[in-house]
């Protein structure tokens, strides 16, 4: 593992106030991390439209270049999106590119920038292009995974990017970079790349790194990059984001993972719960519903557990549990929840289930859902309609309800795996190529 290193603008950060306030009266209309201001897939403000195609209501399409799937972020009129772009620059003289596996990508033999850009919102024209760093990767990639596949966050002052093994960055808001940390090399099951994103909360960033390797959780200071604390967990590769959520005077972090779904203490690092029963490969992110947060995996198996925040210890095969399924769960994509109700999709495919998030009782038993065949983006919600974008990059939009209600099937013609953004009356939604701007 290399060793960590720090930059820091003192001069920028002396002008700075707690990312919190900046943040505060403004999360809610906007979109600052994937899984938008609710860490659910939904918003409250936006009424993005129902109907579109690739020639009706863009109001903008731009090209991006490089390859990413990382999902679109939005704070007031800019978006933020992550690429990574091979270069023509050879890797140095007698280094050895990482090799690929039976189910993997090798790794190029040559130089990545990897880069965090900022759009215009109602233009989608580049207000600036910052290059984090140029690096080697040491490792291949699944061939639907990429380089840069984590998302950014952001509290309004700060714009923060996880390019894993590449490092974590903290830009400012006019694209300058702020300070950057340097966690080591994952070695990924298979192979198969990195993905996970950064979860900001107040002043802290949380990474959660689980490899093949020696994983660990570990808490940045959002203003500068220090550590203010880390604990190894035995974990294997995870592509799950944390979810932090208050609870009874207490900050939880809520980590899902292939041996347990874990709670840490924000402010110490103490585990306050943990439960095993998950399958492997987590993907699907933590949902908070009332007093219980739910972990859901979909690979080898299928895992939906509702687990009490007020829990302390293990709670692996006891009746502490609130509720359990075992007969679908997504693979890649996360659940949304919207209404008091999860709406997810069964593995990779378009097989739906709507389930009472408070009971586990299903209101809609995998049944299939007509246009499209497979999904990697999460579905997102608002405005009483729930959108599914399959990798095909169709969106089946349906009404919030106890049945099956399509109400549109749009299709974009090019191929989406990132996650949708809902702000205002705009959905924005990240093609193979294009970042497009629906209105």
Known sequence: MRCASILLATVLLGTLSNPVLAADGKVATNWHQWRGPNFDGTSDSADPPAHWSDSSNIKWKVKIPGLGSASPVVWEDKVFIATAIETDRPAPAGSAPGQGSRLALPAPNKFVEYVLMCLDRNTGKEIWKSVATQQVPHEGRHNTNSFASGSPTTDGQLVYISFGSRGIFCFDMQGKKVWERDLGDMTTRNGFGEGASPTLHGDSLIVQWDHEGPSFIEVLDARTGQTRWKRDREEVTTWATPLVVEFEGRTQIITNATKRSRSYDLKTGEVIWECGGQFTNPIPCPLL???????????????????????????????????????????????????????????????????????????????????????YASPVAAKDRIYFTGRDGTTVVLKHSKKMEIIATNRLGEGVDASPALVGKQIFIRGAEHLYCIE
């Open 289 to 375: 519903v009332d007093k219980n947060v739910i972990c859901m995996t979909g690979y080898q198996g299928y895992a939906i557990y509702s687990i009490p925040l007020a829990s302390k210890g293990d709670l692996t095969d006891t009746d502490r549990i609130t509720w359990k399924r075992n007969d679908a769960a997504p693979y890649v994509s996360s659940a949304v929840l919207y209404g008091g109700q999860l709406y997810f999709t069964k593995s990779r495919d378009s097989i739906l289930s709507i389930v009472d998030a408070r009971t586990g009782d299903a209101f809609v038993e995998q049944i299939r859902l007509p246009g499209t065949s497979s999904f």
